[in-house]
Every structure is written in structure tokens, then in C-alpha cells.
């Protein structure tokens, strides 16, 4: 008989650990069974609100012979040693994007993933938000045509609005800071509309944040990509500016920019540009992050490999690591060849 639901467990339960939260509770089948932070306090009150129950330790957590599978939102510096662990337990994994804080790491996870015969899933939610799905059918359906060049921009002014963590600003464990937190999502939904990309090549700023020891910090980043189908194209992430979100796509057929809510079509008609304004707006609040939780409790019942497994959110960090090579050495960067170093 096939189980109706899968028992999970959440893996850091503040700030975006409440978003995976409630889309935990949202999907019915997945059963939150237990919780784990370095937040007691913030433990309890989860397990207050949710009757789940609340570990002592992680250790004890993964010890639990009913758990399936845990959910990581935790810190990127600590995903290799808490999904190792859990996938050493038998649990099935998904981790919140960055799969991990390097390509030696997180191919560690894959392997340990692999070794284990246990799912993982990366939690790269942005390829599922609408705008992109559509601009996805727009491409396969052949509207685009070919297509020639890709240019993204993903840019918040966190670094002034926000108080950004001092793990952020240290590139052991968060290098490039607005590419690994922010830009990361458009290189997966790069790859996921146009293909792999082969090499980049890479600048980066300074231009406003410093650590506590008044160290400047890397808060803009911007690269030109070279895709193995020979598509060349742009992608800029800021943490110290204001809102940018979009990815243009340009063809033999139409242009299309793909945003937050809604997307445009551009088309030239005898000799006129066409622009067809497309809505994208989500029915729900967080409904890409849904419908990738739904997809890892398909996946936890049925067997079936995610759209973002280990391999795919592996190559996503290649690509961000190879940036950082590239501008400290200001030279273009294989992708490739990051990958086969490890």
C-alpha cells in the first residue's frame, strides 16, 4: 500500500526556516514530526505551535526510527556537516539553497547522498515561480527561437536595509556574498531555461559593506557567461542597491523578459515592435517554495528524482565558485574544470 504521508523534520526554524515551515504544514503530505535549532527558545515555541516534538539534540533528532527525511534551512557554513549526518542516518534531505559553501563540499553530500541511496533535493525554488515556467514553455514551444544572448539581474539593497550576519561577510563560508545569496537563484534558472553554462568571466566590488573589523566586503558582483550551446550572456547581483529582478531571454523570434509578476513578449511585426504584457502574479504567498516541498514529498513516496537533485545544485555552486576564481585571476573560468578539481 502506498503511504499517504512522509514524516520530516525541520532543520533550523527562524528567518527563512519559517517560510519552509509553513509550507511544511501547507502540503498534506508531509507530517512534521520533530524540529532542531540552536534557538532553544525558538524550538519551543515551533513545537508549541505545531504539537511537533523538540530534541534535545540533533543527534537524537536523526535517531528517531519514524523520521524520513529532514529539511535544511540552516546557515550555508553548517549544510555539509548536517546533511552528511542525516544521510548517515537513513534520512532522505532537502537543503535550502546553497547546496553547500563550496564544490568540495557539496560533492561530499552528493556522494554521501549517493552512497546511502537516499534523495536530495536542493531547494532552488525560484525556477518554479511562474514567470519562469511560462518563459520555459515560451522557449521549448519555439516562440523565442533561437536563442542568441540571456542577461539577468537579481539585486536587493539588503546590505543597507538589513543587518547582514558576520558568517555572510566571511568568504570561507559565503563567498561572493550576493552571487551565493542572491544571484545563485537566477544561475540555476539560467541553466534550467537555456542549458549549462561552460565558463565565466567575473568582476566584483566592494563598494559599501565591511565586516566588524572594518574590512571591506564583497557586495557586487557582475559576469559574463558562455553557455555550451554557444549562447553568451550577462548576469549582475548587488546586495547594496535597489530592487532589480528579471531575466531577459533575446531570440531569432522574440525577446522575452521574464519578472516577478508578470512577463513581456517582444516581437517585431512588420516592422513593428509587438509588446504583450503576460501576468505571472502567484495565487499564494510563497507558492514556488510549496511547490518544490510538494515535490520532495512526491519524491519521498514515490522514489522519483527531484527537478533540482545534488548534481544540479552542485554544478550551481561550480558556477559561483568559478566566478570567484575568475576575479581574483581576471581570467574566463571553465565550469568544467572547478567540477573535475574535486
Known sequence: MKREYANIALIGVTNHGRTILRMIEACDKLRLRSCF??????????????????????????????????????????HRDQAIEALRHGKHVFIEKPLA??????????????????????????????SFRQGKRFIDAGEVGEIVSVYANMSFNFGISKDVPEWKKEKDKCQMLPMTQLGIHFVDTLQYLVGPIASVTCTQRSAVIQNKHGEKVVDSVAATLMFENGVIG?????????????????????????????????????????????????????????????????????GNLPDVDGKVGLRNVAVVEAMARSAESGCAVKIGEVLCEV
Open 234 to 302: 550577462a548576469i549582475q547581483s548587488d546586495y547594496v542597491t535597489p530592487e532589480a529582478y528579471q531575466v531577459v531571454i533575446s531570440g531569432t523570434r522574440a525577446r522575452i523578459t521574464c519578472g516577478a509578476e508578470t512577463i513581456l513578449v517582444e516581437k517585431t511585426v512588420r516592422g513593428k515592435v509587438e509588446v504583450q504584457s503576460i501576468s505571472a502574479s502567484e495565487e499564494i504567498d510563497g507558492e514556488s517554495y510549496l511547490s518544490e516541498i510538494r515535490e520532495f514529498a512526491e519524491c519521498l513516496l514515490t
Open 37 to 78: 535549532d540552536i534557538n532553544s527558545a525558538a524550538v519551543r515555541q515551533v513545537a508549541a505551535e505545531t504539537g511537533c516534538r523538540a530534541p534535545e539534540s540533533y543527534e537524537a533528532l536523526l535517531s528517531d526510527p519514524e523520521l524520513d527525511a529532514v529539511a535544511i534551512a540552516t546557515p550555508n557554513f553548517v
Open 101 to 130: 559553501v563550496n564544490v568540495c563540499e557539496g560533492l561530499e553530500i552528493v556522494k554521501t547522498a549517493k552512497d546511502a541511496g537516499k534523495i536530495l533535493q536542493v531547494g532552488h525554488n525560484t525556477r518554479k515561480r511562474r
